[in-house]
């Protein structure tokens, strides 16, 4: 009797690997959000100091200018440990566990 089926060991690695895949997407669709929101949440900011003290642009360009260094780091501290992850035999990066690259809270920094 032959059987075509896969095994269900090789199934279920198939399924865990698009999950991680979908996982590691959805995790770097957000970059995006994040530079947005940090620049949004600058500028508004530096908007509402400016019309508190009515020095008009000095705030709103001084928060617009950190709004966009915190995004700039949020995308590069976000991919750091993405490409970190995705190497093989790096133990202990930040926010891994160091066996399996499944994101915990274990880890040194």
Request: charged letters at 15%; zero cysteines; aromatic letters at 12%.
């Amino acid at each position: 009797m032959d059987d075509k089926r896969p095994a269900p060991n090789a199934a279920r690695q198939a399924a865990y690997a698009r999950f991680e895949a979908m996982r590691t997407f959805g995790s770097l669709a957000t970059l995006g959000l994040s530079f947005v929101f940090a620049l949004i949440i600058g500028a508004a900011l530096g908007w509402w100091v400016d019309k508190v003290t009515g020095l008009s642009p000095l705030f709103f360009i001084l928060f617009f200018l950190l709004g966009l260094v915190a995004g700039i780091r949020n995308v590069y501290v976000t991919t750091r440990r993405f490409t970190a992850a995705s190497k093989p035999g790096t133990p202990n990066q930040p926010g891994t566990t160091g066996t399996t690259g499944t994101t915990g809270t274990t880890g040194t920094r």
